[in-house]
C-alpha cells in the first residue's frame, strides 16, 4: 500500500513537471483566444506564422467563457489577442478592462470609423449581413420591404427564424432597439412571433431549409450560412439552398442589419507588438479576401474582391450605427424577446 | 437540534485529525469547490433578474427540465433492464452478439444522435422524402411527428443513456443464484411472479443506480436540447449567463439544477433504505439460461435489436454516409493528432477517476463515517453540473492559485512560472474528475455492496491479513464493478465538450471539439468524420470490458 502511495506520488510529481514545461516560452510567437472556429482561422494564422516565422498558439470557444478565463487569469494571463465573431463581446471584454489601445495608422486607415471602437481598443474584421430569405415560388418581392412589415397579418404563420438564445438575433435586436427605441422593438417582437410558422429551432440552416420545405415562405439567416450551403459538399444541401432568394431589406431608410466579427489586443499582452503584427496581417487585403472567399464574409475594407456567391447576393445597403451600442444593449434585447415569448 | 450540529462539527474536527481522514477531506473540498462557488452566488441577490425570469421563462425551464430528466429516467430503466433481463435469462440465436452490440450506444454522444437524427427524419431527409415519393404527398398533405421536441430529447437521448441502466441491471441479474429460482418454485411462485417479486426487487439498487446517473446525465446535457429548441435549466443558465451578462443569476440558476440533483440522488438513496444486498457468497451456482426457440426466440431477437440499431447503427450508416462525402479534406495529420489527444485524455482521466472514487469507497467502507458519507453527496453532485459552470468553477480557485505562484515566484526569483494549473492539462483533469466522480462512484459502490463484511471479517479471523483480503476477495469481485466504472468515464470524457472548450491549453484540441464547432457552425457533414471517429474510440474499450465483464459472469458459473 505504501509503495503504491510512494509510486503515486513519484508519479504525480512528474506529471506537475512535464505540465509546466508546455506552459514555457519560446522567443517569437502570439497567442490567440479565438471564439472564430479553429477552421475559420487556422488557415490564416498559419499563412501568417509562415510570413512571418512567429508562431501562433491558439485556444478556440465560446467568446463569453474565453472572456472568463481572461478575466480568472489575471495579470498573468498569456492572451495577446481575442477573436469574436460578435461586437457584443468584443464591447463586453472592453467593460470588464481586459482590453488595450492598439496604435496603428495600419489599422486605423483599413478599417472605416464605425467599424471600430472610439478609442481603438477594438476592431472589426469581417461583417456579415442578416436579410431576408425568401422562396420565389411563394413570396413575390413586391411584397417585401422592410423588417417592421414582417408583423402585418398577411405574414402569419410564415416566418421562420432561430432561437433567441442566438447571438445574432440578439444583436439584431439590439440594434433596432438602438435605432427605433425599446417600446417599439418590443412590439415589433410581439408581431414577429405571432406570425412565426413554429417555434424556433435548429440553426440557421435549419430555417432556410424550412423554407424549401414549405413549413413557412419566409427565414430570417445570415448571408454566409446561405452561401456556405450553396458551395456544400452535399448535393441536397446545394439544391435546398438554390431555391431560396435573398432581400435587403430597408434599404430605403435605416438599411438592413450587419454584425461583425473582430479581434482585440489584451491588456496584459505579453507580446504585444507580435499581436498588433497579426492584427495587421487579418485586415491585409489578401487576408480580407481569403476571409471572404472561405467564409462567404463581407470584408471590412475597401475594394477586396467578394466570393462569386456574395456578389450573387447583390449590394445592398447596411446599417449604419455605433457598433458598441449593440453590445451594450445585448441584455435588454434579451429581455424583450423574453418578454414577447420568444423561444 | 444545536446538539445534533454540534456533534457534526465534532464529527469533522475529529475526520481533519485523522490524517488520512483529513487528506481525503481537504480532497473532497478541492472536489466541490465548483458546487461551493454556485452556492455561494446567493450571498448576491438578483430580484430584480429573478423578477423578469419568474415572469417569463423560468417555468419553462422548470418543467422542461424535469419532464426530460423523468422521460429520460423512464426510457432508459424500461430499455436497459429489458435487454438486460432477456440477455441474462435466456439463450437464443444472436445472444453472443447482443452482449456486446446493446452496450453501443454508449459511445455515442448525445449532439451527434441528435444532429444525425435530424438530418434523416427531417422534410428534406430520406425518410420524408421517401413517403412523399411513394404516396405523392406535397407539404402540408401528412403530418410527422418532429424529431426536434421534448419528446424527440427524450427518446434520443433514452436510446444513448440506457446502457448505463443495462450494464449494472446485466451484472445484478447475472448474478442471481439458481437457490433462488429454487426456493420460488417450492413456494409455489409463477414465473412471472418470479421476475416480478424476487428478481426485480433484488436488482433494484443496481436499477435505480443507473437510472440516477441518466438522469442526472439528462439535466446537464446541453448540447442535444440546445439543437432541438427545448428550453431547459441548462440553456436557461447560458442565456442568462452569455445574453443577460449576468453570471451571479447564472450561477444561482446552477445552483437549482444541483438541487435537482440532490432529489434524484436521495431519491435513489431513499428507495433502498432498509435494504443491504449483501450476496450470500458468491460461489453460488448462477441460474442456467433458457434456451428459447420458434417465435419467442424471434421476437427477443429484434426486442434486442432494437435499442442498438436506433441508437448505433442507423446514426452511425448516416455518419458513414456524411464522411464519404468529405473524405478527403478532413483526414489528415492533425486529425489523427485529434484522436491521439482524445484517447489519452480520456484514458487519464478514467484512471485518475476511478482511482479517486476507490479512495473514497474505502474510506467510507472501513471508517464508515458521517463525515466522509456527505462528503461523497457533495463530489457527487458534480455530475449534473454544466460542464461550462464546472469548468469556470474551476478556473476562479485555480486561476488564483497561478497568480499566487507568479507572484512568488516573481519576488523571489525574480522569474514568472506562467499558468502551472489553470493553463495545462491539470485543469481539464480536475474539471473531469468533479464532473464524472459521481458515476466512477456509484459503479464502484455498487460493487463493494456485493462484498459483504462477513466476507472481510470471515477472512480476517482466519488470519488473513488486510493486504491479502484485498488481493484475494476484493479484487476479484470489484474488477467487473471498476472496469464499468472506468469505460463510463472513459466514455464520458471522451464525449465531454463545454468543460474542455473552455480549459484545454493552447494548440490542444479533441474530436468532441472538432465535432462541436463544424456542427454549431450547422457543417453537419463535415462534422461527421469526427463525431465518427469519437464513436470508434469510444467502442474499443466498450468491447473490451464487455469482454471482461463476461469472462467475470462466466467464470463464476
Redesign the interface.
Given at each position: 500500500?505504501l509503495s503504491l502511495k510512494k509510486r503515486?506520488i513519484a508519479a504525480s510529481v512528474t506529471l506537475?513537471a512535464a505540465?509546466?514545461f508546455?506552459?514555457?516560452?519560446s522567443a517569437e510567437e502570439v497567442?490567440v483566444y479565438s471564439a472564430r472556429?479553429?477552421?475559420?482561422i487556422k488557415p490564416l494564422l498559419d499563412k501568417f506564422s509562415a510570413e512571418t516565422g512567429i508562431e501562433v498558439?491558439?485556444?478556440?470557444?465560446?467568446a463569453?467563457?474565453?472572456i472568463?478565463?481572461m478575466n480568472?487569469?489575471?495579470?498573468?494571463?498569456?492572451a495577446d489577442v481575442l477573436i469574436t465573431t460578435d461586437v457584443g463581446r468584443l464591447v463586453?471584454a472592453k467593460q470588464q478592462g481586459l482590453t488595450r489601445i492598439v496604435v496603428s495608422d495600419t489599422l486605423e486607415q483599413a478599417i472605416p470609423a464605425q467599424l471600430r471602437d472610439d478609442e481603438n481598443q477594438w476592431f472589426s474584421l469581417t461583417m456579415r449581413a442578416r436579410p431576408i430569405m425568401y422562396s420565389p415560388e411563394r413570396v413575390d418581392p413586391e411584397q417585401l420591404s422592410t423588417m417592421e412589415a414582417l408583423t402585418d397579418a398577411e405574414w402569419k404563420g410564415r416566418i421562420c427564424i432561430r432561437?433567441?438564445?442566438n447571438?445574432y438575433n440578439?444583436s439584431m435586436v439590439a440594434a433596432m432597439i438602438q435605432q427605433t427605441g425599446e417600446e417599439d422593438t418590443l412590439k415589433w417582437a410581439n408581431g414577429l412571433v405571432k406570425n412565426f410558422a413554429r417555434?424556433?429551432?435548429?440553426?440557421?440552416?435549419?430555417q432556410i431549409?424550412?423554407v424549401?420545405?414549405?413549413?413557412c415562405d419566409i427565414a430570417i439567416a445570415n448571408t454566409y450560412?446561405l452561401a456556405?450551403m450553396l458551395n456544400?459538399?452535399?448535393d441536397?444541401?446545394k439544391n435546398?439552398a438554390s431555391q431560396v432568394k435573398v432581400f435587403w431589406p430597408n434599404q430605403d431608410d435605416r438599411g438592413a442589419h450587419i454584425n461583425v466579427s473582430g479581434a482585440a489586443l489584451a491588456k496584459h499582452a505579453p507580446n504585444s507588438d507580435n499581436a498588433v503584427k497579426l492584427l495587421e496581417y487579418m485586415v491585409r487585403e489578401d487576408a480580407q479576401a481569403w476571409y471572404a472567399k472561405t467564409n462567404h464574409e463581407y470584408p471590412v475594407r475597401d475594394g477586396v474582391e467578394w466570393s462569386e456567391t456574395l456578389k450573387q447576393f447583390g449590394t445592398f445597403k447596411a446599417e449604419e450605427i455605433p457598433l458598441h451600442r449593440v453590445g451594450e444593449l445585448?441584455?435588454e434585447a434579451?429581455?424583450v424577446m423574453?418578454?414577447a415569448?420568444w423561444? | 437540534m444545536s446538539q445534533q450540529f454540534s456533534l457534526t462539527i465534532k464529527s469533522y474536527l475529529r475526520a481533519l485529525l485523522d490524517p488520512w481522514q483529513g487528506a481525503l477531506l481537504l480532497l473532497g473540498v478541492l472536489l466541490s469547490l465548483p458546487v461551493v462557488v454556485i452556492f455561494t452566488s446567493w450571498i448576491y441577490p438578483q430580484s430584480e433578474l429573478w423578477q423578469h425570469l419568474m415572469t417569463t421563462v423560468l417555468q419553462d425551464y422548470v418543467v422542461n427540465s424535469l419532464l426530460l430528466a423523468c422521460g429520460v429516467g423512464v426510457g432508459s430503466l424500461l430499455i436497459g433492464t429489458t435487454v438486460a433481463y432477456v440477455i441474462s435469462r435466456y439463450d437464443f440465436t444472436g445472444r453472443k452478439l447482443f452482449r456486446w452490440l446493446t452496450l453501443l450506444p454508449l459511445a455515442m454522444p448525445a449532439y451527434i444522435i441528435a444532429y444525425t437524427y435530424t438530418g434523416i427524419l427531417d422534410f428534406s431527409g430520406p425518410v420524408q422524402t421517401l413517403l412523399r415519393d411513394t404516396f405523392g404527398w406535397g407539404y402540408g398533405d401528412y403530418t410527422f411527428p418532429d424529431i426536434r421536441s421534448l419528446t424527440g430529447a427524450i427518446i434520443v437521448m433514452s436510446l444513448v443513456l440506457y446502457p448505463y441502466v443495462y450494464m449494472l441491471a446485466r451484472t445484478a441479474f447475472s448474478e442471481q443464484p439458481i437457490s433462488l429460482v429454487e426456493a420460488s418454485q417450492t413456494m409455489g411462485i409463477s414465473k412471472f411472479g418470479y421476475l416480478t417479486r424476487v428478481s426485480l426487487p433484488l436488482a433494484r439498487p443496481a436499477l435505480f443506480t443507473g437510472t440516477a446517473l441518466a438522469m442526472m446525465e439528462a439535466l446537464a446535457d446541453y448540447g442535444t436540447v440546445q439543437y432541438f429548441g427545448v428550453s431547459t435549466f441548462t440553456t436557461g443558465i447560458f442565456r442568462t449567463w452569455f445574453g443577460l451578462g449576468n453570471g451571479i443569476a447564472a450561477a444561482q440558476l446552477s445552483s437549482l439544477l444541483c438541487s435537482f440533483v440532490l432529489i434524484v440522488l436521495l431519491f435513489e438513496k431513499w428507495s433502498r433504505r432498509h435494504i443491504k444486498y449483501y450476496h450470500q457468497g458468491q460461489n453460488h451456482k448462477v441460474q442456467k439460461r433458457k434456451q428459447l426457440s420458434g417465435g419467442w426466440a424471434v421476437f427477443v431477437f429484434i426486442l434486442c435489436l432494437l435499442p442498438p440499431l436506433l441508437g448505433f447503427i442507423v446514426p452511425v450508416i448516416q455518419l458513414l454516409y456524411w464522411t464519404w462525402l468529405t473524405l478527403q479534406q478532413n483526414i489528415d495529420v492533425q486529425f489523427i493528432e485529434l484522436i491521439i489527444n482524445s484517447f489519452g485524455l480520456a484514458l487519464s482521466a478514467a484512471i485518475i477517476v476511478v482511482m479517486l472514487a476507490l479512495l473514497f469507497s474505502y474510506t467510507r467502507r472501513i471508517k464508515n463515517s458521517k463525515v466522509i458519507n456527505s462528503l461523497e453527496q457533495a463530489v457527487s453532485l458534480g455530475y449534473a453540473i454544466p460542464g461550462t459552470v464546472i469548468a469556470v468553477g474551476v478556473l476562479v480557485p485555480l486561476s488564483w492559485a497561478d497568480n499566487t505562484a507568479n507572484l512568488i515566484s516573481e519576488s523571489w526569483f525574480d522569474t514568472t512560472v506562467g499558468l502551472i494549473f489553470s493553463g495545462t492539462l491539470f485543469a481539464l483533469l480536475l474539471a473531469y474528475s468533479i464532473r464524472f466522480l459521481s458515476v466512477a462512484i456509484h459503479n464502484v459502490e455498487a460493487g463493494l455492496s456485493r462484498i459483504t463484511p462477513d466476507m472481510d471479517n470471515a477472512a480476517r479471523s482466519l488470519g488473513a491479513p488486510p493486504k491479502r483480503v484485498l488481493k484475494e476477495i476484493h479484487i476479484p469481485l470489484l474488477k467487473t464493478s471498476v472496469l464499468s466504472a472506468a469505460l463510463l468515464v472513459f466514455v464520458d470524457v471522451l464525449k465531454e465538450l463545454p468543460a474542455t472548450l473552455i480549459l484545454r491549453p493552447f494548440n490542444f484540441n479533441t474530436l468532441a471539439v472538432r465535432s462541436f464547432e463544424l456542427a454549431s457552425d450547422e457543417r453537419l457533414v463535415d462534422a461527421a468524420t469526427p463525431a465518427l471517429a469519437i464513436v470508434l474510440v469510444g467502442l474499443l474499450p466498450v468491447i473490451l470490458i464487455t469482454h471482461a465483464i463476461d469472462k467475470t459472469i462466466k467464470g463464476k458459473s
Amino acid at each position: 500500500m505504501l509503495s503504491l502511495k510512494k509510486r503515486l506520488i513519484a508519479a504525480s510529481v512528474t506529471l506537475a513537471a512535464a505540465l509546466s514545461f508546455t506552459g514555457s516560452v519560446s522567443a517569437e510567437e502570439v497567442n490567440v483566444y479565438s471564439a472564430r472556429k479553429e477552421a475559420l482561422i487556422k488557415p490564416l494564422l498559419d499563412k501568417f506564422s509562415a510570413e512571418t516565422g512567429i508562431e501562433v498558439n491558439l485556444v478556440t470557444g465560446d467568446a463569453d467563457a474565453l472572456i472568463s478565463r481572461m478575466n480568472s487569469e489575471g495579470k498573468f494571463s498569456p492572451a495577446d489577442v481575442l477573436i469574436t465573431t460578435d461586437v457584443g463581446r468584443l464591447v463586453r471584454a472592453k467593460q470588464q478592462g481586459l482590453t488595450r489601445i492598439v496604435v496603428s495608422d495600419t489599422l486605423e486607415q483599413a478599417i472605416p470609423a464605425q467599424l471600430r471602437d472610439d478609442e481603438n481598443q477594438w476592431f472589426s474584421l469581417t461583417m456579415r449581413a442578416r436579410p431576408i430569405m425568401y422562396s420565389p415560388e411563394r413570396v413575390d418581392p413586391e411584397q417585401l420591404s422592410t423588417m417592421e412589415a414582417l408583423t402585418d397579418a398577411e405574414w402569419k404563420g410564415r416566418i421562420c427564424i432561430r432561437s433567441s438564445s442566438n447571438i445574432y438575433n440578439q444583436s439584431m435586436v439590439a440594434a433596432m432597439i438602438q435605432q427605433t427605441g425599446e417600446e417599439d422593438t418590443l412590439k415589433w417582437a410581439n408581431g414577429l412571433v405571432k406570425n412565426f410558422a413554429r417555434p424556433p429551432k435548429g440553426g440557421d440552416r435549419d430555417q432556410i431549409k424550412a423554407v424549401v420545405s414549405g413549413q413557412c415562405d419566409i427565414a430570417i439567416a445570415n448571408t454566409y450560412y446561405l452561401a456556405g450551403m450553396l458551395n456544400s459538399a452535399d448535393d441536397s444541401e446545394k439544391n435546398i439552398a438554390s431555391q431560396v432568394k435573398v432581400f435587403w431589406p430597408n434599404q430605403d431608410d435605416r438599411g438592413a442589419h450587419i454584425n461583425v466579427s473582430g479581434a482585440a489586443l489584451a491588456k496584459h499582452a505579453p507580446n504585444s507588438d507580435n499581436a498588433v503584427k497579426l492584427l495587421e496581417y487579418m485586415v491585409r487585403e489578401d487576408a480580407q479576401a481569403w476571409y471572404a472567399k472561405t467564409n462567404h464574409e463581407y470584408p471590412v475594407r475597401d475594394g477586396v474582391e467578394w466570393s462569386e456567391t456574395l456578389k450573387q447576393f447583390g449590394t445592398f445597403k447596411a446599417e449604419e450605427i455605433p457598433l458598441h451600442r449593440v453590445g451594450e444593449l445585448n441584455a435588454e434585447a434579451v429581455k424583450v424577446m423574453d418578454k414577447a415569448g420568444w423561444k | 437540534m444545536s446538539q445534533q450540529f454540534s456533534l457534526t462539527i465534532k464529527s469533522y474536527l475529529r475526520a481533519l485529525l485523522d490524517p488520512w481522514q483529513g487528506a481525503l477531506l481537504l480532497l473532497g473540498v478541492l472536489l466541490s469547490l465548483p458546487v461551493v462557488v454556485i452556492f455561494t452566488s446567493w450571498i448576491y441577490p438578483q430580484s430584480e433578474l429573478w423578477q423578469h425570469l419568474m415572469t417569463t421563462v423560468l417555468q419553462d425551464y422548470v418543467v422542461n427540465s424535469l419532464l426530460l430528466a423523468c422521460g429520460v429516467g423512464v426510457g432508459s430503466l424500461l430499455i436497459g433492464t429489458t435487454v438486460a433481463y432477456v440477455i441474462s435469462r435466456y439463450d437464443f440465436t444472436g445472444r453472443k452478439l447482443f452482449r456486446w452490440l446493446t452496450l453501443l450506444p454508449l459511445a455515442m454522444p448525445a449532439y451527434i444522435i441528435a444532429y444525425t437524427y435530424t438530418g434523416i427524419l427531417d422534410f428534406s431527409g430520406p425518410v420524408q422524402t421517401l413517403l412523399r415519393d411513394t404516396f405523392g404527398w406535397g407539404y402540408g398533405d401528412y403530418t410527422f411527428p418532429d424529431i426536434r421536441s421534448l419528446t424527440g430529447a427524450i427518446i434520443v437521448m433514452s436510446l444513448v443513456l440506457y446502457p448505463y441502466v443495462y450494464m449494472l441491471a446485466r451484472t445484478a441479474f447475472s448474478e442471481q443464484p439458481i437457490s433462488l429460482v429454487e426456493a420460488s418454485q417450492t413456494m409455489g411462485i409463477s414465473k412471472f411472479g418470479y421476475l416480478t417479486r424476487v428478481s426485480l426487487p433484488l436488482a433494484r439498487p443496481a436499477l435505480f443506480t443507473g437510472t440516477a446517473l441518466a438522469m442526472m446525465e439528462a439535466l446537464a446535457d446541453y448540447g442535444t436540447v440546445q439543437y432541438f429548441g427545448v428550453s431547459t435549466f441548462t440553456t436557461g443558465i447560458f442565456r442568462t449567463w452569455f445574453g443577460l451578462g449576468n453570471g451571479i443569476a447564472a450561477a444561482q440558476l446552477s445552483s437549482l439544477l444541483c438541487s435537482f440533483v440532490l432529489i434524484v440522488l436521495l431519491f435513489e438513496k431513499w428507495s433502498r433504505r432498509h435494504i443491504k444486498y449483501y450476496h450470500q457468497g458468491q460461489n453460488h451456482k448462477v441460474q442456467k439460461r433458457k434456451q428459447l426457440s420458434g417465435g419467442w426466440a424471434v421476437f427477443v431477437f429484434i426486442l434486442c435489436l432494437l435499442p442498438p440499431l436506433l441508437g448505433f447503427i442507423v446514426p452511425v450508416i448516416q455518419l458513414l454516409y456524411w464522411t464519404w462525402l468529405t473524405l478527403q479534406q478532413n483526414i489528415d495529420v492533425q486529425f489523427i493528432e485529434l484522436i491521439i489527444n482524445s484517447f489519452g485524455l480520456a484514458l487519464s482521466a478514467a484512471i485518475i477517476v476511478v482511482m479517486l472514487a476507490l479512495l473514497f469507497s474505502y474510506t467510507r467502507r472501513i471508517k464508515n463515517s458521517k463525515v466522509i458519507n456527505s462528503l461523497e453527496q457533495a463530489v457527487s453532485l458534480g455530475y449534473a453540473i454544466p460542464g461550462t459552470v464546472i469548468a469556470v468553477g474551476v478556473l476562479v480557485p485555480l486561476s488564483w492559485a497561478d497568480n499566487t505562484a507568479n507572484l512568488i515566484s516573481e519576488s523571489w526569483f525574480d522569474t514568472t512560472v506562467g499558468l502551472i494549473f489553470s493553463g495545462t492539462l491539470f485543469a481539464l483533469l480536475l474539471a473531469y474528475s468533479i464532473r464524472f466522480l459521481s458515476v466512477a462512484i456509484h459503479n464502484v459502490e455498487a460493487g463493494l455492496s456485493r462484498i459483504t463484511p462477513d466476507m472481510d471479517n470471515a477472512a480476517r479471523s482466519l488470519g488473513a491479513p488486510p493486504k491479502r483480503v484485498l488481493k484475494e476477495i476484493h479484487i476479484p469481485l470489484l474488477k467487473t464493478s471498476v472496469l464499468s466504472a472506468a469505460l463510463l468515464v472513459f466514455v464520458d470524457v471522451l464525449k465531454e465538450l463545454p468543460a474542455t472548450l473552455i480549459l484545454r491549453p493552447f494548440n490542444f484540441n479533441t474530436l468532441a471539439v472538432r465535432s462541436f464547432e463544424l456542427a454549431s457552425d450547422e457543417r453537419l457533414v463535415d462534422a461527421a468524420t469526427p463525431a465518427l471517429a469519437i464513436v470508434l474510440v469510444g467502442l474499443l474499450p466498450v468491447i473490451l470490458i464487455t469482454h471482461a465483464i463476461d469472462k467475470t459472469i462466466k467464470g463464476k458459473s
